[in-house]
């Protein structure tokens, strides 16, 4: 493994913009060299493997996708009662915020859908964020447990993959639209 930690991510940002918004048959490593601005074999130097790069595509997924510490900060101070609602709108907003980032997710739980190999790389990466959030939940003291954790995940995903598909309501706010879903889900 070539170790420069820098250029490692650079190349799994550029893969995750080709990814997004080219999808998956323009993402060679050639391409991820190109959008790099960096020399041919660059790519393939770092990440032999396909799955190699797949797995840091991930990683710098939810790298983008971390919280802002101070907006967390805020939202602490909400009632518990409309705090899931706003960390829903949160999420939602994030992923939204650059179209590229959610899309670049959905092709890869895609490609773990039609190949094992990706799957045995990507099942983890999801799972373990899944009960990151199940912990965050529960110590924030939020309503509900593991199973309305995953309600959240079903309604931010398919509210995302709406938004950035083919928008059953266009002009409509995303966000909101999940907020005042996941209030209802969790009263």
């Known amino acids: 493994m070539v170790a420069n930690p820098a250029r490692r991510s650079t190349l799994a940002h550029a893969a995750l913009k080709i990814l997004g918004t080219e999808g998956p048959r323009a993402m060679t490593h050639r391409a991820v060299d190109r959008k790099a601005a960096l020399p041919l074999g660059t790519c393939a130097n ?3 493997t396909r799955a190699g790069l797949l ?13 802002e510490p101070e907006r967390l900060e805020q939202l602490a101070l909400l009632p518990a009662k409309d705090a899931t609602a706003a960390y829903a709108k949160y999420v ?3 992923l939204l915020q650059r179209h590229y980032v959610a899309a670049a997710l959905i092709e890869l739980r895609l490609e773990a859908a039609r190949s094992e190999e990706i799957r045995e790389v990507l ?3 999801l799972h373990h964020g899944f ?3 199940v912990t965050f939940h529960l110590d924030r003291g939020l309503p509900g447990g593991r199973e ?3 309600w959240l995940h079903h309604l931010v995903n398919g509210a995302v993959l709406d938004a950035i598909t083919i928008p059953m309501h266009p002009g409509s706010d ?3 639209s999940v907020a005042r879903a996941a ?3 969790t009263s």
Request: charge should be negative; avoid cysteine.
């Open 131 to 133: 009960e990151a959030d």
């Open 46 to 48: 770092y990440f032999p």
């Open 148 to 150: 309305e954790v995953l």
């Open 55 to 67: 797995l840091a595509m991930a990683q710098q997924i939810f790298h983008l996708l971390a919280p």
């Open 174 to 176: 995303t966000g909101e």
């Open 92 to 94: 939602t907003d994030r």
């Open 123 to 125: 099942a983890p990466v």
């Open 183 to 185: 209030h209802k889900l």
